[in-house]
């Protein structure tokens, strides 16, 4: 058998001290109907599990990239940077334009303008298109825009969960194009790094309306989104609500998600205490894709 050097995960591991969770808070869509920003591409050395490291490629040196969020009509300019040694571009979900165009490949040191008008509602992928697409993702540059529906109702917290795989290369090198070929994923993982939320979980109180927007990222698995110990009951999905309170009482129990789909759901805690938020995709629990939320004072 061939020997790998590639990095390996142990899943019983903790952060180190010095370790920061990926803050999983949402903010509200930023005021007025035009959003101008810049994105730089780039590659960088991250922690994705305890003492494994691999060198991802990123959107302002963070894996998932931004969160961009905005509302039906906003037009969003955005201007990538490739600040890399590779080339890298960028796909907007939530854009109509021509794909040879603002989606092309720029060169180490170049720039693009990317502008489009949101026209439709959802949480959106955006992604390096750059060839092979499958290893740019895989390598971590995917982020998600949010388009608010019009009239979201309010809620006492939002969140937003990215599902993704990891195929580690080597220590501090980049993930393994062939694992990604062949779909053997060494982890799946929330916001990037195995396992966060269990080491650091989520808090709110109980009783308190929470809404969990997630997309799964992929490139290649899906989702099946569940808390444990909840019940969601508005679920919206790919730009619909797909259960909302009602005289018919429904309650759902997971949000099912293809690669690049994305939706929210919402739900509250009615005790105090520990909430798995899991893939029921069980084979996946025990690969990283496991977290908490903590409702009120209790011991973790």
Not at 117 to 122: I, L, P, R, T, V
Not at 149 to 157: F, G
Not at 187 to 205: D, G, T
Request: a negative charge.
């Amino acid at each position: 058998p061939t020997v790998s050097n590639n990095a390996v995960i142990d899943f019983n591991a903790a952060p180190g001290a010095d370790w920061k969770p990926f803050d999983p808070t949402l903010q509200p869509a930023p005021g007025g109907t035009e959003h101008t920003l810049t994105m730089n591409a780039t590659e960088k050395v991250i922690e994705v599990s305890p003492g494994v490291t691999q060198e991802m490629w990123t959107f302002n040196d963070q894996v998932p990239g931004p969160v961009l969020r905005g509302k039906v009509g906003d037009l969003f300019t955005v201007t990538l940077v490739n600040q890399g040694k590779l080339g890298h571009s960028i796909d907007f979900h939530a854009s109509k334009v021509a794909w040879n165009d603002e989606m092309r490949t720029i060169k180490p040191g170049e720039s693009l303008v990317y502008q489009f008008e949101a026209k439709f509602a959802g949480i959106w992928m955006y992604h390096c298109g750059t060839a092979p697409a499958l290893h740019h993702i895989g390598n971590g540059m995917f982020g998600a825009i949010i388009i608010d529906p019009p009239a979201l109702a309010p809620v006492d917290h939002e969140f937003i969960l990215v599902q993704s795989e990891l195929y580690l290369g080597p220590q501090g090198q980049p993930g393994d194009l062939t694992k990604m070929v062949g779909e053997k994923w060494d982890a799946i993982v929330f916001n990037e790094y195995v396992k966060q939320y269990f080491h650091h979980p989520i808090r709110v109180e109980p009783n308190e309306r929470v809404r969990v927007w997630v997309l799964d990222a992929g490139p290649s698995e899906n989702s099946a989104f569940h808390i444990v110990g909840t019940i969601f009951d508005t679920v919206f999905k790919e730009g619909e609500y797909l259960l909302t309170p009602g005289p018919a009482q429904g309650g759902s129990q997971v949000l099912d998600l293809q690669p690049a789909q994305g939706g929210f759901v919402e739900f509250s805690f009615d005790e105090a205490g520990l909430y798995p938020i899991v893939t029921h995709k069980f084979a996946n629990v025990g690969k990283g894709a496991l977290g908490l939320f903590q409702a009120g004072e209790v011991a973790a």
